[in-house]
T-cell receptor, first 115, second 113 residues
Framework: SQTIHQWPATLVQPVGSPLSLECTVE??????LYWYRQAAGRGLQLLFYSVGIGQISSEVPQNLSASRPQDRQFILSSKKLLLSDSGFYLC??????????????FGNGTRLTVT | DQQVKQNSPSLSVQEGRISILNCDYTNSMFDYFLWYKKYPAEGPTFLISISSIKDKNEDGRFTVFLNKSAKHLSLHIVPSQPGDSAVYFCAATYGGATNKLIFGTGTLLAVQP
């Protein structure tokens, strides 16, 4: 069976510091991978998605970047965090080639607080 | 531009009664809708979905209704149980959305024992 791991669970970082959040999926090959963010009072906003190694699509202009160095690894980064980057970050996956309406499977998320 | 809206941030229901969570959307291209359930400090988990060719889909205690003309869907939970207390997200997509699910802001359901 497939599992998704996301870490760390919580993170407190000062403004201006770098960020690296990691997500890995086990039990499947070449999954579609996603980064979502839930900010206070807002829904889940899609930040990035990837359909393969090195292939990243960005949904919204922002202070963050994503990379996919390996098939089942998805990394969310920032060089300098802003206060507005605080939120709950969720990694998700879907089977490659699955229908557009097949559900996403989420990790447990990372609570990021920028101080 | 919030294409999927959940206008009730919270809902409180007595155990055993019906919970009705509502969702509205603006993009007429959406043709598939999903509900997710989220407990604190966990990721959302898929609950139930409905295609636009249907107006109702039922799975145990959970039923989703779709009114395309009103661009409105609702999730009914009958009977409600304390373990149903969670945040519920509505999501929508369509074939041209290139793998994207568009989520609403969520409704916090509290089921009182």
């Amino acid at each position: 069976s497939q599992t998704i791991h996301q870490w760390p669970a919580t993170l407190v970082q000062p403004v201006g510091s770098p960020l690296s959040l990691e997500c890995t999926v086990e039990g499947t090959s070449n999954p579609n991978l996603y980064w979502y963010r839930q900010a206070a009072g807002r829904g889940l906003q899609l930040l990035f998605y990837s359909v393969g190694i090195g292939q990243i699509s960005s949904e919204v202009p922002q202070n963050l970047s994503a990379s996919r160095p390996q098939d089942r690894q998805f990394i969310l980064s920032s060089k300098k965090l802003l206060l507005s980057d605080s939120g709950f970050y969720l990694c998700a996956w879907r089977l490659t080639g699955s229908s557009y309406n097949s559900p996403l499977h989420f990790g447990n998320g990372t609570r990021l607080t920028v101080t | 531009d919030q294409q999927v809206k959940q206008n009730s941030p919270s809902l409180s229901v007595q155990e055993g009664r019906i919970s009705i969570l509502n969702c509205d959307y603006t993009n007429s291209m959406f043709d598939y809708f999903l509900w997710y359930k989220k407990y604190p400090a966990e990721g959302p988990t898929f609950l139930i979905s409905i295609s636009s060719i249907k107006d109702k889909n039922e799975d145990g205690r959970f039923t989703v209704f779709l009114n395309k003309s009103a661009k409105h869907l609702s999730l009914h939970i009958v009977p409600s149980q304390p373990g149903d207390s969670a945040v519920y997200f509505c999501a929508a997509t369509y074939g041209g959305a290139t793998n994207k699910l568009i989520f609403g802001t969520g409704t916090l359901l509290a089921v009182q024992p």
